[in-house]
């Protein structure tokens, strides 16, 4: 299984860190210790989750 979230072209967050949706994806991620699939790398930043390029 593989977490998937696309977001959208007008990046959608203001400020430093990550939404609050984004933040449950990487949570549900890290419990479940699976990759997240997305077309752009902030997941990266979030110390133990692995990110796969969706592009």
Do not use: N
Request: charged share 25%; hydrophobic share 35%; with cysteine.
């Amino acid at each position: 299984m593989c977490l998937f979230i696309h977001r959208c072209s007008g990046e959608c967050g203001v400020g430093p860190g990550i939404e609050k949706g984004d933040a449950a994806i990487a949570a549900t991620a890290l419990e479940r210790d699976e990759p997240v699939r997305a077309g752009d790398g902030h997941f990266e930043s979030i110390p133990g989750v692995t990110h796969e390029s969706c592009r």
